[in-house]
């Protein structure tokens, strides 16, 4: 069993969904990416994707679009991600999803990549443009591993597509709450509750819900039926405007995910796929 896996197993037994937070490697620089990762966590995070800075992130919104471009800017490299994650695994074992694109992976080698991602503590990949029917010789590898491959799904998703990403999905199915890029709402979408029903009769994978959560009452809103929400704009958002005070970037990070992490339980009174107000 895969950490993620043993991440769910755990909150399951403890009444809560998870929390799962991204962040770009190597913004603001791939040294305090990792202590940012290690505060995530103490703070209440229960998954990490640490994302793969890459020049044309298409599905990513402005606020990640602009992380890309600093981590870029700064030099991270894939190779130097992976040196995050060693760092990472020096004082953490909370699991780790490396979410990216796939030229990046395809340049460095795949083979390569997950070996040497296996070996640096990664637990899997999300590859953002790379849909189930392409993405074979990667899963071989992957499964060789012992990795997981998290794959998407959509509001517009039909039932052959989520028999497709079911048969091949591993850790969980991200399912996204709005057709569109990453980015924090003001209203969040909470008509998935039947949607992420029809995902469960076809795989007995958690069913993670993301893009546009940024705030307690969203994620309590999902609770009822979500297995994860997943967290990455607010999270960017704040990197962006302290990562020149890494104290206060720490404090800053703490104080929001702690408050996401307070709502992550289940038996929060909220109603199912309903926010409080």
């Given at each position: ?35 940012i990762a290690v505060k995530l966590e103490e703070s209440g995070a229960d998954i990490i994707e640490l994302g793969v800075p890459f020049s044309d992130p298409m599905a990513d919104?402005?606020v990640i679009q602009l992380a890309s471009e600093r981590a870029l800017a700064g030099g991270a490299t894939l190779a130097g991600v992976l040196g995050a994650v060693r760092k990472i695994r020096e004082k953490s074992a909370v699991p780790i999803i490396l979410f990216g694109y796939y ?175």
């Open positions: 069993m895969s950490r993620i896996s043993e991440k769910f197993d755990e909150l399951r037994q403890r009444n809560r969904i998870a929390l799962v937070s991204y962040i770009t490697a190597g913004d603001p620089s791939l040294d305090t990416t990792a202590e919104g402005p030229n990046p992976f395809f340049k460095y080698g795949l083979e390569r990549i997950v070996k040497d991602a296996a070996e640096a503590g990664a637990d899997g990949f999300l590859v953002v443009d790379l849909p189930p029917e392409e993405a074979g010789e990667l899963k071989a590898h992957t499964d060789r591993a012992g990795m997981d491959i998290v794959f998407l799904l959509a509001p517009t998703s039909t039932s052959e597509r989520i028999a497709l990403v079911a048969e091949n999905a591993g850790g969980f199915v991200y399912l996204v709450s709005v057709t569109g890029v990453t980015g924090e709402r003001p209203e969040m979408n909470y008509s998935l509750e039947g949607l992420t029903g029809e995902i469960r009769q076809a795989t007995g994978l958690p069913v993670g819900i993301g893009f546009g959560i940024s705030s307690p009452e969203q994620v309590k809103g999902l609770s009822g039926y979500a297995d994860a929400v997943i967290v990455g704009s607010a999270i960017v958002r704040i990197i962006e405007r302290y990562g020149s005070e890494k104290e206060k970037l720490l404090n800053e990070l703490s104080g929001f995910v702690g408050g996401l992490s307070a709502a992550c339980g289940r038996n929060n009174g909220a109603s199912p796929g309903r926010a409080e107000s």
